[in-house]
């Protein structure tokens, strides 16, 4: 069964420093999406993005972050200067249509 | 705004015993409607969902949900638990589809806890 990957697993950085998260969303899927989730809160909306364009961003997507779909098969999440808040597990997903979103295993994002 | 509420943060069950997980949402509409589950380690599967039509909806590995407006509730059951099922139980709402893909609102999620 197809599945949406994300890579790194987890990924370690310091503050200040620009990460890129990569997610593979399944090979079919029109709509892409970042979720993150801080440890012991609620899993929060980030952004979703059609037709190489962001179609709606939260609040907590400012100019620090960015999603890019560079080829066919990619989708990553960038964060310009990371902050000791950023620590989170970030999750990808994707959906063919406009009703189910199929979710990656996440990368848990740890800045220090 | 739209919100999601699962009072229960912590829930056990002994195997074999029926589970209710509930989930209220807080919206003038009727929004989409999902649950997911989280085992450890791994990414958000979809157990089930509800846009319209019965209000009792049957989902993956013998899980059901019922939609109840007058409560504004959608809470997620199962006749008799297995040990497998230990995992995180998100409700997850959406207000409805826009242009370019829907937006989901997650509750805090409810752990669960199987005695064997």
């Known amino acids: 069964e197809p599945e949406v990957t994300q890579t790194p697993s987890h990924q370690v950085t310091q503050m200040g420093q620009e990460v890129i998260l990569r997610c593979v969303p399944i090979?079919?899927?029109?709509?892409f999406y970042w979720y993150r989730q801080i440890l012991g809160q609620k899993v929060e909306f980030l952004v979703s993005?059609?037709?190489?364009?962001?179609?709606?961003k939260s609040e907590i997507f400012d100019d620090q972050f960015s999603v890019e779909r560079p080829d066919g098969s990619n989708f990553t999440l960038k964060i310009r200067s990371t902050k000791l808040e950023d620590s989170a597990m970030y999750f990808c997903?994707?959906?063919?249509?406009?009703?189910?979103?199929?979710f990656g295993p996440g990368t848990r994002l740890t800045v220090t | 705004a739209q919100s999601v509420t699962q009072p229960d943060i912590h829930i056990t069950v002994s195997e074999g015993a029926s589970l209710e997980l509930r989930c209220n949402y807080s919206y003038g509409a009727t929004p989409y409607l999902f649950w997911y589950v989280q085992s450890p380690g791994q990414g958000l599967q979809l157990l089930l969902k509800y846009f319209s039509g019965d209000t009792l909806v049957q989902g993956i590995k013998g899980f059901e949900a019922e939609f109840k407006r007058s409560q504004s509730s959608f809470n997620l059951r199962k006749p008799s638990v297995h040990w497998s099922d230990a995992a995180e139980y998100f409700c997850a709402v959406d207000l409805g589809i826009t242009g370019g893909g829907n937006k989901l609102t997650f509750g805090t999620g409810t752990q669960l806890k199987v005695e064997l």
């Open positions: 997903a994707s959906s063919r249509d406009l009703y189910e979103q199929y």
């Open positions: 993005f059609y037709n190489n364009e962001i179609s709606e």
């Open positions: 090979s079919n899927h029109l709509y």
